[in-house]
T-cell receptor, first 114, second 109 residues
């Protein structure tokens, strides 16, 4: 069974641009969560999607948004990039049955904002 | 929100040594998971352990939910065990998973 796939692996952008990251969950998993990892703040929850609906949201500004498609694939978008958005963005998938579940992470997208 | 503290923050071991990593959390939880992040950034799920004890090869974990802590044991460490170990907790279904600050482990040959 293929794992969680994130693309691209690396990305370099400049301030003010926008970026879209993609995540394909494990087959059969319907929940996708996004996390931002930085050396200063550690791993922070961005949002979770289940059945194309945002089910939970962390404390990030509105420049961070996401969506989920009918095949459970998810994208997150960051508009008007700032230097502080440089981070490893990790996507995780789970079954999404509503219980407390094991998460499986992708390899992440390393975003550098210059 | 819930606070998750891990200790020690850094650990250096000689290959073959044993170690214990600790995770303390500030509120009751229904979900606790341990992860290993390898040097390439990949987070691997080690244990889903909201309570009790589990073992997987050289690794084992124990969570004492009533006392709000969990322990991860690594026996006969290998260089491939190097990386950062995170615990993450969730208070209830539908809540977000909150990660600890991690323990950075380096195993020397």
């Amino acid at each position: 069974k293929a794992g969680v796939t994130q693309t691209p692996r690396y990305l370099i952008k400049t301030r003010g641009q926008q970026v879209t990251l993609s995540c394909s969950p494990i087959s059969g998993h319907r929940s996708v969560s996004w996390y931002q990892q930085t050396p200063g703040q550690g791993l922070q929850f961005l949002f979770e999607y289940f059945s194309e609906t945002q089910r939970n949201k962390g404390n990030f500004p509105g420049r961070f948004s996401g969506r989920q498609f009918s095949n459970s694939r998810s994208e997150m978008n960051v508009s008007t990039l700032e230097l502080g958005d440089s981070a490893l963005y990790l996507c995780a998938s789970s079954l999404g049955t509503g219980g407390l579940e094991k998460l499986f992470f992708g390899s992440g997208t390393q975003l550098s904002v210059l | 929100g819930i606070q998750v503290e891990q200790s020690p923050p850094d650990l250096i071991l000689q290959e073959g040594a044993n170690s214990t990593l600790r995770c303390n959390f500030s509120d009751s939880v229904n979900n606790l998971q341990w992860f290993h992040q390898n040097p390439w950034g990949q987070l691997i799920n080690l244990f889903y352990i909201p309570s009790g004890t589990k073992q997987n090869g050289r690794l084992s974990a124990t969570t004492v939910a009533t006392e709000r802590y969990s322990l991860l044991y690594i026996s006969s460490s290998q260089t491939t065990d190097s990386g950062v170990y995170f615990c993450a907790v969730e208070r209830s279904s539908g809540d977000k998973l909150t990660f600890g600050t991690g323990t950075r482990l380096a195993v020397r040959p």
